[in-house]
T-cell receptor, first 116, second 110 residues
Framework: DTAVSQTPKYLVTQMGNDKSIKCEQN?????MYWYKQDSKKFLKIMFS???????INETVPNRFSPKSPDKAHLNLHINSLELGDSAVYFC???????????????FGEGSRLTVL | GENVEQHPSTLSVQEGDSAVIKCTYS??????FPWYKQELGKRPQLIID?????GEKKDQRIAVTLNKTAKHFSLHITETQPEDSAVYFC?????????FGAGTTVTVRA
């Protein structure tokens, strides 16, 4: 029973298209994240939601829009895709509340996005 | 914001030898320091973590040390095995935001 699942696992698309990645966690965690891992393996946080509320919004182009319909789901929509958006996008969750340290992050398997 | 630097970027060790990875952080308010291991094509997974009220923690062949005064922490892997080959990430946090180091690719030679 997968704890953090994201779909699709692979996504190949043309520049200028719009695409979405979905994420769901069944751990009962309050906080969910999107991380981007580039070709050099660097893990950079993009967004974080706590109980459906946006709490971290890093310097990310506004073409990226997260959406959390409930605390178990966090989706990522990307408009007008560019070559530089090619990366692996990881969803993660943690049981962090009230400003306490995030604690262990549980990552999904990742979604490899390739923009041609 | 927090800035985490990690060294070395690559590390090759003979099976059975020890491996040490070092990280420094900039925000003195950070109080949580985890280490993640990412095998090729897989997701990052937590292997050990330490909080600021502890100076050292050990779990079998891995140990982490923390020097809050100097703002650095290290991962030690003893008796390395081929399955230890992976990318290792250090991270630092004081709240929800976990900032990662750039990663160390560890290769264990048989």
């Amino acid at each position: 029973d997968t704890a953090v699942s994201q779909t699709p696992k692979y996504l190949v698309t043309q520049m200028g298209n719009d695409k979405s990645i979905k994420c769901e966690q069944n751990l009962g965690h309050d906080t969910m994240y999107w991380y981007k891992q580039d070709s050099k393996k660097f893990l950079k946080i993009m967004f974080s939601y706590n109980n459906k509320e946006l709490i971290i919004n890093e310097t990310v182009p506004n073409r990226f829009s997260p959406k959390s319909p409930d605390k178990a789901h966090l989706n990522l929509h990307i408009n007008s895709l560019e070559l530089g958006d090619s990366a692996v996008y990881f969803c993660a969750s943690s049981q962090g509340t009230g400003g306490l340290p995030a604690g262990e992050l549980f990552f999904g398997e990742g979604s490899r996005l390739t923009v041609l | 914001g927090e800035n985490v630097e990690q060294h070395p970027s690559t590390l090759s060790v003979q099976e059975g030898d020890s491996a040490v990875i070092k990280c420094t952080y900039s925000d003195s308010a950070s109080n949580y320091f985890p280490w993640y291991k990412q095998e090729l094509g897989k997701r990052p997974q937590l292997i050990i973590d330490i909080r600021s009220n502890v100076g050292e923690k050990k779990d079998q062949r891995i140990a982490v040390t923390l020097n809050k005064t100097a703002k650095h922490f290290s991962l030690h892997i003893t008796e390395t095995q081929p399955e230890d080959s992976a990318v290792y990430f250090c991270a630092a946090s004081r709240d929800y935001k976990l900032s990662f180091g750039a990663g160390t690719t560890v290769t264990v030679r048989a």
